[in-house]
T-cell receptor
Framework: AQTVTQSQPEMSVQEAETVTLSCTYD???????LFWYKQPPSRQMILVIR??????QNATENRFSVNFQKAAKSFSLKISDSQLGDTAMYFC???????????????FGTGTRLKVLA | GAVVSQHPSWVICKSGTSVKIECRSL??????MFWYRQFPKQSLMLMAT?????????EQGVEKDKFLINHASLTLSTLTVTSAHPEDSSFYIC??????????????FGDGTRLSIL
């Protein structure tokens, strides 16, 4: 069964500094998708970045980048030049194929609460 | 693009009443919609997956007679909490995925509904 583990319940970083959030997962599939979502105090889930497992190149979106290590089943998120608006809960998600129904669904990690300090 | 509207954002009602929550995809056709429940400071728990025009697939432990899901069109899904009780109080979030290759399409989330049962 697929599982997603975020081992850092809470983190803090100074404004303008860089922080890395860790995520590990377990799967027997060879091709899959991984995502990072952000949930600010407003509670809306916002897609930050996604990675396709068959792509070796790490995904980047402006100040956000991932370090995808397929062999180690690791998918960490790096936030550069942290801003106060980055304060949020961050969830790592694995997209799972449900063969019985043919649908795809997310398996979420438990989240990391990030606080950016002024 | 890819906006999901959820209504209402907050509802308070008496124990024993039924509450309906709407989830609409505003600018795309959502072939699949998902309903999640989130307890304070916890991750999202998938309740059910619904494909337009067919019955929802409920996760293990979720009472289908308690949480009625209807996905009658490509832009609207509803979750009805029947005979709600205080233990049903929670934050409910819907998400939607566009048609096409599921693996290429992330889920887009609504703003969530805070349900409080007195």
């Amino acid at each position: 069964a697929q599982t997603v583990t975020q081992s850092q319940p809470e983190m803090s970083v100074q404004e303008a500094e860089t922080v890395t959030l860790s995520c590990t997962y377990d799967t027997s599939e060879s091709n899959y998708y991984l995502f990072w979502y952000k949930q600010p105090p407003s509670r809306q889930m916002i897609l930050v970045i996604r990675q396709e497992a068959y792509k070796q190149q790490n995904a980047t979106e402006n100040r956000f980048s991932v370090n995808f290590q397929k062999a180690a089943k690791s998918f960490s998120l790096k936030i550069s030049d942290s801003q106060l608006g980055d304060t949020a809960m961050y969830f790592c998600a694995f997209m799972k194929h449900v063969r019985a129904s043919g649908t795809y669904k997310y398996i979420f990690g438990t989240g990391t609460r990030l606080k950016v300090l002024a | 693009g890819a906006v999901v509207s959820q209504h209402p954002s907050w509802v308070i009602c008496k124990s024993g009443t039924s509450v309906k929550i709407e989830c609409r995809s505003l600018d795309f056709q959502a072939t699949t919609m998902f309903w999640y429940r989130q307890f304070p400071k916890q991750s999202l728990m998938l309740m059910a997956t619904s494909n337009e025009g067919s019955k929802a697939t409920y996760e293990q432990g979720v009472e289908k007679d308690k949480f009625l899901i209807n996905h009658a069109s490509l832009t609207l899904s509803t979750l009805t909490v029947t005979s709600a009780h205080p233990e049903d109080s929670s934050f409910y979030i819907c998400s939607a995925r566009e048609g096409g290759q599921p693996r290429n399409q992330p889920q887009h989330f609504g703003d969530g509904t805070r349900l409080s049962i007195l």
